[in-house]
């Protein structure tokens, strides 16, 4: 154990092999042009991630800076980009809702950083006692079973924002919480639902029109070149329409919802605990957990899918190592008033698809993204959270792949039933209680029910296929 720490604190480790290999000029100016397209992408990702999940806008920005240097330098892969992710929005969302108060709407962050600091502890010793290989015995049927789920549950959060119906939703909303007594997960399915249906004839045009367009230049941009910022673009297109077609005075900015963007970006934020009762002690147990099998899949799987899109032949990846590194991630990003991220596969892929070939793009990243944002600042808060709706029903419609569903079916009636079991459960309790009861299930029934060999259940989804506009990483 002593040895597999020493090697793991050390950050120059054989990821870098290309800097010695060729000419480390070229290999440095491939990395550099690959962190300046990512930054650029990831700026409006990460925050509409950081506002869909009840945080400010520049947590996102912030926490996805410090996530890739971290994860750049200790994590276990050459290629992964670290950020924020879909898969944690629900998660976060209902933390920040159950512990928001009419004073302090973000009173739950001391909690999640809590919550987050014990986890990355536990990735860590679970990293040094070599446990990477446990993500390996998640089922590939669950796996896109809940990454159907989170999609659909991302989609619901963002109507009223692309309706233009978000602030009376809200209000409703957190009303009918304080009513209900509810804890996590938040709000409920059927409560959305009807918060939907109630102002759904309140809806502007205007709203639904940015939306729209800023949906179809993210998805054909990337399909013209993965060169192109599209996220980056298509919100610098909305902000246009806006002052072309009107003032904008009907429709909500991200200035007017969350004020002025700082740019001292690195503000420390410390754990607490509101309250030592039974239900707060509950919920922190609830989102460590969630936060550690979040972290654990989701970044072994982002990091298996960029060796295979690499064509990596040298150093593969080393879960042990990528475990230790999204356990730093964990501890140190909410720490500089983030949240919990983990490996992006969005950004992976294009990451490698634009010539990343060392951990350097990651750091470059965040170097450069701090820089972009910085200079950006006070032109980020003109976007109108359309805008940021439209990204991220991108964001969702791409998560689900029917290449990946088609995998399941082709397992048979055991896992098709498992996957669709997964993210009903999901969409209509939450994350942790849809997967961990699907698993239960599949440990319970697949000795009976399982029609395929041990090595097709254990694929290994490539989750991200089309994010990037290009489909044809499915068929690898």
């Not at 909303?173 to 004839?201: C, D, N, R, V, Y």
Request: net charge neutral.
């Amino acid at each position: 154990m002593l040895h597999t720490l020493k090697q793991f604190i050390n950050p120059f480790d054989a990821r870098f092999e290309d800097l010695r290999r060729g000419p480390w000029h070229l290999v440095l100016l491939r990395d550099f042009s690959a962190g300046l397209i990512v930054a650029m992408m990831a700026i409006p990702l990460a925050m509409g991630f950081a506002m869909a999940s009840g945080l400010k806008p520049e947590q996102g920005i912030v926490g996805g800076a410090v996530a890739g240097l971290v994860g750049s330098l200790f994590g276990g892969s050459k290629y992964q980009v670290y950020g924020p992710t879909a898969a944690f929005i629900p998660l976060i969302a209902g933390l920040m809702s159950a512990y928001a108060t009419p004073e302090n709407p973000y009173a739950g962050h001391g909690l999640l950083v809590l919550a987050s600091m014990i986890a990355g502890i536990i990735l860590m010793l679970m990293g040094v006692s070599r446990l990477g290989k446990l993500a390996n015995l998640v089922p590939h049927s669950i796996v896109v079973g809940f990454t159907i789920g989170i999609a659909v549950t991302i989609a619901l959060s963002q109507v009223g924002e692309v309706l233009g119906i978000g602030a009376e939703m809200e209000t409703q909303l957190k009303k009918a919480m304080l009513e209900s007594h509810a804890s996590l997960p938040g709000h409920s399915f059927a409560t959305k639902l009807l918060a939907i249906w109630q102002h759904l004839g309140e809806y502007r045009g205007e709203a639904l029109l940015l939306a729209l367009v800023t949906f179809l230049v993210t998805k054909y941009l990337l399909k013209v070149s993965i060169y192109i910022p599209a996220p980056l673009v298509a919100i610098v297109a909305g902000i246009l329409l806006v002052r072309v077609l009107s003032d904008g005075s009907d429709l909500t900015l991200i200035g007017t919802k969350f004020g002025q963007i700082p740019t001292d970006f690195f503000v420390l934020t410390w754990p607490s605990l509101p309250s030592w009762n039974f239900e707060v002690l509950r919920d922190l147990a609830y989102f460590v957990v969630a936060i550690v099998f979040v972290s654990g899949v989701e970044s072994l799987l982002c990091s298996r899918m960029a060796d295979r899109l690499a064509d990596n032949r040298g150093t593969p990846f080393n879960p042990d190592k990528e475990f230790w590194g999204q356990g730093l991630v964990q501890v140190f990003v909410p720490l500089l008033n983030g949240f919990p991220h983990t490996g992006a596969l969005a950004r992976t892929a294009s990451n490698i698809k634009v010539g990343a070939v060392t951990p350097l793009a990651g750091i470059f990243k965040c170097v450069l993204k701090l820089a972009l944002a910085f200079f950006l600042a006070r032109y980020l808060e003109l976007v109108p959270m359309a805008c940021i709706g439209g990204i991220l029903m991108w964001v969702a419609g791409n998560m689900v792949k029917p290449a990946e569903i088609r995998q399941v079916l082709a397992q048979g009636w055991f896992h098709a039933g498992l996957m669709s079991y997964t993210a009903v459960a999901v969409i209509v309790t939450d994350f942790l209680t849809g997967v961990l009861s699907a698993m239960v299930l599949y440990g319970l029934l697949f000795r009976f029910f399982n029609e395929t060999s041990a090595e097709e259940v254990q694929l290994v989804p490539v989750v991200e296929l089309a994010t990037t506009g290009h489909g044809e990483a499915g068929s690898r």
